[in-house]
């Protein structure tokens, strides 16, 4: 190991034993016959605060001295490390502030409010995470608290690796763990414990498309702050990785994949509506690394680390529609129907196939209905049916944009 500090994730183990569950690891059939391989999941979800977050925010509370403790703690959180440290503080009876942004959805409010039982205070703040951040600290160095890292701290790595503890009890022989990484801490704390148990294990961590931080930090050969970042996947959406995580992950972690949003939210449904499974988008981002390492998997044992499963089910419609852009079956266009009588009548009679819906249709320009530039949108059953669709619009006339392709224009419209 790169660092100087000693983990003992067995000792953690012991620690959380009677706070944290010991989740199950899953043999699934579907995807195991669709990947030729055993694949398991490992079910963080069904975790007290459906995520693995609890491990390492207990971990690093229970080990804070007495004359430290007295103050309180302090995060800073829109999501799963705020349930954790909260719950912390209702079972080691510490006081807690937790900072949010002001734009926190109430759900993850309220169900953080839940976890605490009294013993913490949320306070709404910024218009950013960075802002909110940014008070948080100020708050905690002005009251002299401890605060309470997501992810850049030793204690919280190796509460996080305790992942790995369970993966080795529950399927000694595991060939191929797959694992999210955002800013770090689970994959850093859980591929140390497993490439010191079990050497030859091969370690995949996957990031968000859109987030690509640890990958970044490995091509700059440092964690470097990202200018953007995509916030979709909110759980692994991160700037910057931590200082701490990274060098561990660049030592243990054998390959890193990136995954596109639209790929996560196809994983999403599938789970859904074929295992029963509600996983937030972080917690798919394993099982939707699968088609990318078929070939790496074939006839192996795999764990993929469904890591939470906070899902707020008023995502679920964007989620849907980010799967079907993806998956190209949903298609946007602007169209400008021909100057003559029957045309949108025509459109529909002869430009549709006979299993495309049109799942969107407005005109424009209010100056202009029924004879100006009309947003069309067209969901196909089949990806294959696109070029026939294309086709017969300039066929019979239509003027189009075809608004996938245009990325500015379709955040403009859409």
Not at 73 to 83: E, F, L, P
Not at 260 to 287: F, Q, R
Not at 337 to 359: C, M, S, W
Request: proline fraction near 4%; glycine fraction near 8%; charged fraction near 25%.
């Amino acid at each position: 190991m790169t660092t100087t500090y000693t983990f003992d994730f067995l000792a953690a183990a012991e620690r959380l034993k009677d706070t944290v569950l010991h989740t199950p690891l899953e043999f699934n059939e579907r995807l195991s016959e669709k990947y030729q391989a055993e694949i398991y999941l490992k079910r963080e979800d069904k975790q007290v605060v459906r995520s693995y977050k609890l491990r390492g925010a207990y971990n690093m509370m229970s080990q804070i001295p007495a004359d430290q403790i007295q103050n309180g703690v302090v995060c800073a959180s829109a999501g799963n490390h705020a349930q954790g440290v909260a719950y912390s503080c209702k079972k080691l009876k510490i006081k807690g502030t937790i900072f949010m942004p002001e734009i926190t959805p109430k759900q993850k409010v309220s169900q953080t409010t839940l976890f605490g039982n009294g013993w913490i205070d949320i306070v709404l703040v910024g218009d950013t995470f960075d802002d909110c951040l940014a008070e948080a600290l100020r708050f905690t160095e002005k009251n002299k608290m401890t605060f309470v890292p997501p992810f850049d701290h030793y204690h919280v790595i190796e509460g996080q690796g305790t992942v790995g503890v369970e993966i080795l009890e529950d399927l000694p022989d595991t060939e191929v763990v797959i694992m999210p990484i955002g800013g770090g801490g689970l994959a850093s704390g859980t591929g140390t414990y497993l490439k010191e148990t079990k050497s030859n294990i091969l370690l995949i961590g996957v990031e968000p498309e859109g987030a690509p931080s640890m990958d970044a930090a490995f091509k700059a050969g440092r964690p470097i702050k990202l200018d953007q970042i995509n916030r979709f996947i909110d759980g692994a959406a991160v700037k910057a990785v931590g200082l701490l995580t990274y060098p561990i992950c660049r030592e243990v972690l054998d390959e890193i994949m990136l995954i596109p949003e639209g790929k996560v939210c196809t994983s999403i449904l599938k789970l859904y509506n074929e295992d029963a499974i509600v996983a937030e988008p972080a917690g798919a981002l394993a099982v939707a690394s699968l088609d990318l390492c078929a070939a790496q998997i074939k006839g192996k044992k795999v764990v993929c680390i469904v890591s939470g499963g906070n899902n707020d089910i008023e995502r679920m419609q964007e989620i849907k529609e980010k799967s079907l852009l993806f998956e190209g079956l949903k298609h946007y266009f602007i169209v400008r129907f021909p100057q003559r009588p029957g045309a949108l009548k025509l459109f529909v009679n002869e430009v549709l196939g006979p299993h495309d819906d049109i799942t969107r249709f407005e005109f424009i320009k209010k100056t202009e209905r029924e004879s100006g530039p009309a947003l069309v949108g067209i969901e196909l059953k089949d990806r294959e049916d696109y070029e026939g669709l294309v086709n017969r619009m300039k066929t019979f006339k239509f003027d189009i944009i075809e608004l996938n392709q245009d990325q500015t224009l379709f955040e403009y419209l859409v």
